[in-house]
């Protein structure tokens, strides 16, 4: 049994837009069909979120205690 690949995070914590999403979309690009992109980002990225969907992936979203978010991408049939 193979493992997961190492999840790729972008960090956008501070970044002012359009710069996370670019980053998200330029790693989404480079995932593999079993991978996930982890997006850390200080302010809930919701444009972001139909861009997903519109392109076959899902996402899941936390917000740990230092207000910071969380998202978890992967491909949508890998889910």
């Given amino acids: 049994m193979s493992e997961a690949p190492t999840p790729v995070i972008v960090d956008a914590r501070g970044l002012m837009p359009p710069e996370p999403l670019n980053l998200t979309l330029e790693a989404l690009d480079t995932m593999p069909p079993d991978g996930e992109v982890l997006l850390l980002i200080y ?5 972001l979120y139909d861009i997903l969907r519109r392109n076959g ?23």
């Fill in 57 to 79: 992936y899902t996402h899941r979203t936390e917000t740990n205690s230092d207000g910071e978010f969380v998202i978890h991408i992967r491909h949508a049939a890998a889910a």
């Fill in 43 to 47: 302010r809930e990225p919701t444009p």
